[in-house]
């Protein structure tokens, strides 16, 4: 591996990943751009929008695919934030390149904008093998998470999702001091809650600002990690 962990790389994703060994990564927690085609608001004409309208998502998720599944472990865990319109075009692709994948839903726990059957949820496309590891803590893990959303007032990003969401990801599929990798890790709180469970982390994003961000939370998360096991330690 010719990157360090423990950092940030303000880089395109596939190219940050194409620097990293083979079958190095014990999980890949990530929420990706999942962007859809505007519509053809310019037009008069009404037109049906078509699947392969979605052809452009589903070549850029294969190609991040093609180098996430080489670094993960043999018995790594790949999960992949998603909606329910771009839930086909991530799911088939994983489908095809793993043994057993699962939706879970993420329940904010209040309602969105909008009229009847506002949005409440996220899906998370949970991808490993046959012989992926898991940690046993003893706890029951449904299919259902249940985490308030970041208030919009306290995002660093505008679709920031909640530090103990990802650590409930993170704790039941990765070893301490195992390498969690975030292929778009936009305001870092797969990183931060990583390194708050004592694992270790390499994180890529295009956005410089976001970078900086990320770099001074995860120096927050780790003085917070230390001071935590300094105060356990004394307290025996």
């Given at each position: 591996m010719t990157l360090e962990i423990d950092r940030i790389y303000c880089m395109d994703c596939i190219e940050g990943m194409q620097q990293i060994g083979t079958a190095s990564v014990d999980a890949i927690i990530t929420d990706p751009p999942f962007f859809i085609p505007a519509s053809h608001y310019q037009s008069r004409v009404k037109w049906q929008r078509k699947y392969s309208d979605l052809s452009v998502l589903r070549i850029f998720w294969e190609s991040v695919l093609s180098e996430a599944?080489?670094?993960?472990?043999?018995?790594g865990h790949m999960f992949a934030f998603c909606n329910g319109d771009s839930y086909p075009v991530f799911y088939a692709p994983m489908f095809d390149r793993f043994d057993r994948v699962k939706c879970l839903v993420w329940d904010k726990g209040h309602v969105g904008l909008g009229r009847i059957f506002r949005n409440q949820h996220e899906l998370i496309i949970w991808a490993r093998s046959t012989d992926c590891m898991h940690v046993d803590d003893g706890r029951a893990h449904a299919d259902v998470l249940r985490y308030s959303a970041t208030p919009s007032s306290e995002r660093e990003h505008p679709v920031e999702k909640?530090?103990?969401?990802?650590?409930?990801?993170?704790?039941?599929?990765?070893?301490?001091?195992?390498?969690?990798?975030?292929?778009?890790?936009?305001?870092?709180?797969?990183?931060?809650?990583?390194?708050?469970l004592n694992r270790h982390f390499i994180g890529f994003d295009l956005d410089p600002d976001y970078c900086k961000t990320t770099e001074l939370r995860v120096v927050a998360a780790n003085e917070a990690r230390t001071l935590f096991s300094f105060e356990e330690e004394a307290s025996k």
């Open positions: 599944t080489r670094v993960l472990k043999p018995t909640p530090e103990s969401l990802m650590m409930e990801l993170i704790a039941p599929t990765t070893p301490e001091g195992g390498l969690v990798l975030d292929p778009f890790c936009g305001s870092g709180t797969v990183l931060t809650a990583a390194k708050k």
